[in-house]
């Protein structure tokens, strides 16, 4: 309901919450409250602002409540809440009177309501606001300081009180002191000269030492490797960062629905603190599936089945396979299957090793390389928001190379590559929302040298991938998002490379409105050879309409080079166009219409359906 402020003629400032004074979406239904009024009597608008958020009777009228014990429950439960809400805002001599229906809230008994509340009326006065007349807590960590609002002189909100106990004892915990505690408080109202003063005494007790680790049984995991994974630090001082960390680690794994870990009511008699571990396992088994359509490249198909415990180590074993290209004219079918399985803490509890095999067929316009590779590797999580991975692979790969002129027999010629590579990739993600992101930012860059064995066209490739997202005011309703892509193959000459180790440019990973892989190379005697280098923007504005619904607008573009880096001497193109997202509990549902607007690789409009944002 709408809230209305008045003056009253004594300069009381007043809120009232009424459906006979406003205009309403719906009435009320028979038997609620029909009118709630809080009025406070001194204290500003801000004061009335927090008092009337906090009532749980403006709050049922708001709602429609009709049950009277409901409301009058509301009533007298409003008592405390007014209370704690004047401490707050440092106001220690208050009165709160509850009428309802002209009764004192108070006086009627719980068991006994009346059959019907029409009118309730809140009125609070605050009194005069108190400052900190002294303000002391101790002892403190060496170097560490009280809040500055906890001050002589500064406005006595209770919970700046509270605020200060919890950042001494925090610091003190960080110091290596799991068990300090409050030892004594006073706090004194000094009503004539409105000063209160707080006294806080801590106890920090002693320094202690990370004990004994234990797990609770009921897992499917293995207590060692859960053990394992938390990394609790044993024998080491104690910091309760560390206790975060082991749990964040397990539930890094994917393996747990919840993780619990506590510490030990008493220090053993070595001052060494055990701590105890308890999860919920996820179900083992997880599968799923996923689908994109574009005019130009098709309909692509991808599922997965993943095991999370594969081994009762928390070791993860994910198979996945696509299919993509169905339905163009564009080449022919482009499928992969592959398998991957992760360790974790192998080398520490934030190094793991993961293992990866596969197989890939890619009959695209310009080639068609059948690939199979293998490889291992390392992971490492740096924190919560940066990891990185580098891995060994061998690689071997037949590539009909559609781009060169034909043989007499009308066949194309064909070149295997057997490579060894070392992929390695550093991701520093510090977005809000994976799925549909509306601040922060996401970089990723990607490292692969790779090494020829049956010659000397060794190299390397460079990925690098940043995308930022802003949202405009408090309601998330405007979203600026931006991407900008670079790639960079150095080493052999342009027609030694094997071609998916190019670059191409257009399509709904790159520039929406042209052809998919439509701005390449163009040599004389060579047709539709990749780049050796890659230069990608794009923009984004999403608005929401609805809860559910977006638009967005977007612009994209791309530059494609023979060169290893960016000189200009190559070719942009650019599109832009308008998307349409539907929210769901696994993504936005995207679609996308575009069109070219600088280039001559294509004409006509492009359509995107996929799951997830563009970017």
């Not at 009381?12 to 609620?32: D, K, N, Q």
């Not at 004539?192 to 320094?207: H, M, S, T």
């Not at 998002?481 to 094997?498: E, K, T, Y």
Request: negative net charge; glycine residues 12%; proline residues 6%.
């Amino acid at each position: 309901m709408p809230l209305l402020f008045f003056p009253t003629p004594t300069a009381r400032l007043a809120i009232v919450v009424s459906a006979g004074l406003s205009v309403a979406v719906a009435p009320h239904p028979a038997g609620a409250l029909d009118q709630a009024t809080l009025i406070a009597s001194s204290g500003g608008e801000r004061l009335l602002d927090r008092l009337t958020a906090g009532s749980l009777v403006i709050a049922a009228e708001r709602d429609g409540v009709t049950d009277p014990q409901d409301i009058l429950a509301a009533a007298q439960a409003d008592y405390r809440r007014m209370v704690d809400l004047l401490y707050a805002s440092g106001y220690y001599s208050g009165t709160v009177n509850i009428r309802i229906d002209g009764r004192e809230a108070a006086e009627i008994p719980p068991l006994n309501p009346p059959t019907r509340i029409s009118v309730a009326e809140i009125r609070v006065n605050p009194g005069p606001r108190f400052t900190f007349g002294r303000a002391e807590i101790g002892p403190l960590v060496t170097g560490s300081t009280p809040p500055e609002e906890f001050r002589a002189g500064q406005i006595a909100r209770a919970t700046v009180i509270a605020d200060a106990a919890d950042v001494a004892v925090d610091d003190w915990r960080a110091a290596g002191h799991p068990k300090v505690e409050i030892a004594n408080q006073q706090v004194t109202a000094n009503h004539p000269e409105q000063k209160l003063d707080a006294r806080i005494g801590l106890a920090p007790g002693p320094v202690a030492t990370f004990g004994t680790t234990t797990v609770q049984e009921g897992s499917a995991v293995r207590s060692t490797a859960i053990r394992r994974i938390a990394g609790v630090p044993e024998g080491t001082r104690y910091d309760p960062e560390d206790v975060a960390m082991a749990a964040q680690r397990l539930r890094r794994t994917g393996a747990f629905r919840s993780v619990a870990l506590t510490e030990a009511d008493l220090l053993n008699p070595d001052n060494s603190l055990d701590i105890g571990i308890a999860v919920v396992d996820e179900a083992p088994r997880r599968y799923g599936f996923g689908a994109e359509i574009a005019t130009d490249a098709g309909l692509g198909l991808n599922g997965f089945w993943m095991h999370r415990n594969v081994m009762g180590g928390a070791e993860r074993f994910r198979v996945e396979g696509r299919v993509d290209g169905i339905g163009t004219d564009r080449g022919g079918l482009n499928y992969g299957v592959s398998a991957r399985f992760d360790r974790p803490a192998v080398y520490g509890p934030d190094t793991g090793f993961f293992a990866v095999l596969g197989v890939e067929q890619l009959d695209e316009e310009f080639f068609l390389n059948e690939r199979a590779f293998a490889g291992i590797g390392v992971t490492r999580t740096f924190s919560d928001t940066l990891e990185g991975e580098l891995g060994l692979q061998l690689e071997y790969a037949r590539v009909t190379q559609r781009y060169l002129p034909a043989l007499p027999d009308g066949s194309f010629p064909k070149r295997d590559f057997t490579l060894v590579t070392l992929p390695g990739a550093l991701t520093w993600d510090r977005r809000d929302d994976i799925l549909n992101p509306t601040e922060g930012f996401y970089l990723k860059a990607e490292a692969t040298p790779f090494f020829d064995v049956d010659g000397s066209d060794h190299g390397g490739r460079l990925q690098f991938d940043a995308r930022i997202y802003q949202a405009l005011g408090e309601s998330d309703r405007f979203v600026l998002a931006g991407r900008a892509q670079a790639g960079s193959v150095f080493g052999p000459d342009l027609l030694d490379i094997q071609p998916d180790l190019l670059f191409y440019s257009g399509g709904g990973g790159t520039v929406r409105g042209q052809p998919f892989q439509s701005l390449f190379v163009e040599q004389p005697g060579v047709r539709g050879i990749g780049g050796r280098s890659f230069v990608g923007f794009s923009g984004e504005v999403r608005a929401k309409v609805s809860e559910r619904i977006s638009l967005v607008g977007f612009a994209d573009a791309g530059y494609i080079g023979a060169e290893s880096l960016y000189d200009g001497s190559g070719e942009w193109h650019s599109g832009a166009g308008l998307g349409l997202r539907y929210d769901t509990t696994v993504g936005p549902i995207r679609l996308d219409v575009a069109g070219p607007v600088s280039g001559d690789t294509g004409d006509g409009v492009q359509i995107y359906i996929g799951i997830g944002q563009a970017f």
